[in-house]
């Protein structure tokens, strides 16, 4: 296991935010917004809270891959987010990496190692970003991912311990299993870089959330995470850790999110619907 130190980044640095936009309907309240990263991006994201003083439990939602669904973005849990932001809490949604259709064909899996750190450390941001709003309760602290955002999430988990409670959709364990669908690689070179990957790789980090519960949520009809891969990746987490599956494929279904709201709510202690 490499240094955390690889995942470290000046938390002084000013986050420089910019207000794009703000509205409030039904006692939420909107902003849209851009922040600076560590390594000189700007990135989009989006804040929905109750209008209040708090203290409010916050969530962070880190989206999925999915180029060819309109919700490949920051915008995939809004609905969510507004949902909670009605019983109590404060949730950001940010943009990643793959918010890009087209970052995995622009990739390179010589790029692929530094371009995961590089998310790490754009999510531990998140979290500053989220925990710097008035009124957050740093105590009740979700972090919810799907896909890509899952694994990452797992990956950030496993080097900053703010997170109190994880929801982990549809990800597999392994990165290679995503980034050598393309190009596939054979031989010496596909064993080198799964070796390269292997420190990052969800299944070998993901012990370390505890004593954070986890909920795991797999789809029997995903042909990305096939069963036994979900049983896998469920099996290397440390208890507290529930998992449930879904007659759905990898973008899951409304029965995953009437679940997943319900367990948030409890952990976050949250008021009733």
Same mark, same amino acid.
């Given at each position: 296991m490499q240094n955390p130190a690889e995942f470290d980044y000046?938390?002084?640095a000013p986050l420089d935010v910019r207000e794009v936009g703000q509205r409030e309907r039904e006692g939420v309240v909107e902003r849209l917004l851009t922040y600076a990263t560590p390594l000189g991006?700007? !990135?989009a994201a989006e804040i929905i809270r109750p209008?209040?003083?708090g203290p409010h439990p916050a969530i962070l939602y880190v989206h999925w891959y999915e180029p060819e669904s309109p919700d490949s973005n920051r915008t995939q849990f809004q609905a969510e987010a507004r949902q909670l932001a009605r019983r109590g809490a404060a949730a950001l949604l940010i943009e990643t990496l793959w918010s890009d259709r087209d970052f995995f064909i622009k990739r390179t899996q010589d790029d692929d190692y530094a371009n995961s750190v590089r998310q790490v450390v754009e999510l531990r941001q998140a979290l500053d970003l989220?925990?710097?709003?008035?009124g957050v309760d740093a105590g009740r602290l979700a972090y919810v991912g799907h896909d890509f955002g899952a694994m990452y999430g797992a990956l950030a988990g496993s080097v900053d311990g703010r997170p109190t409670c994880y929801a982990l959709?549809?990800?597999?364990? !392994?990165?290679h299993e995503w980034y050598l669908y393309s190009p596939r690689l054979e031989g010496q070179p596909r064993e080198q870089f799964i070796a390269t990957m292997a420190p990052l790789d969800p299944i070998a980090r993901v012990a370390r959330l505890a004593p954070a519960p986890v909920l795991f949520q797999f789809g029997h009809s995903d042909p990305h995470v096939p069963d036994e891969r979900a049983l896998e990746f469920y099996a290397a987490a440390s208890a507290?850790?529930?998992?449930?599956?879904?007659d759905a494929g990898h973008g899951l279904?409304?029965?995953?999110t009437r679940d997943r709201v319900a367990w948030l709510a409890q952990q976050l202690g949250?008021?009733?619907d």
């Amino acid at each position: 296991m490499q240094n955390p130190a690889e995942f470290d980044y000046d938390r002084a640095a000013p986050l420089d935010v910019r207000e794009v936009g703000q509205r409030e309907r039904e006692g939420v309240v909107e902003r849209l917004l851009t922040y600076a990263t560590p390594l000189g991006a700007r !990135r989009a994201a989006e804040i929905i809270r109750p209008d209040g003083a708090g203290p409010h439990p916050a969530i962070l939602y880190v989206h999925w891959y999915e180029p060819e669904s309109p919700d490949s973005n920051r915008t995939q849990f809004q609905a969510e987010a507004r949902q909670l932001a009605r019983r109590g809490a404060a949730a950001l949604l940010i943009e990643t990496l793959w918010s890009d259709r087209d970052f995995f064909i622009k990739r390179t899996q010589d790029d692929d190692y530094a371009n995961s750190v590089r998310q790490v450390v754009e999510l531990r941001q998140a979290l500053d970003l989220l925990l710097a709003q008035p009124g957050v309760d740093a105590g009740r602290l979700a972090y919810v991912g799907h896909d890509f955002g899952a694994m990452y999430g797992a990956l950030a988990g496993s080097v900053d311990g703010r997170p109190t409670c994880y929801a982990l959709m549809a990800a597999t364990p !392994r990165f290679h299993e995503w980034y050598l669908y393309s190009p596939r690689l054979e031989g010496q070179p596909r064993e080198q870089f799964i070796a390269t990957m292997a420190p990052l790789d969800p299944i070998a980090r993901v012990a370390r959330l505890a004593p954070a519960p986890v909920l795991f949520q797999f789809g029997h009809s995903d042909p990305h995470v096939p069963d036994e891969r979900a049983l896998e990746f469920y099996a290397a987490a440390s208890a507290p850790k529930q998992i449930r599956w879904y007659d759905a494929g990898h973008g899951l279904s409304e029965a995953a999110t009437r679940d997943r709201v319900a367990w948030l709510a409890q952990q976050l202690g949250l008021a009733d619907d």
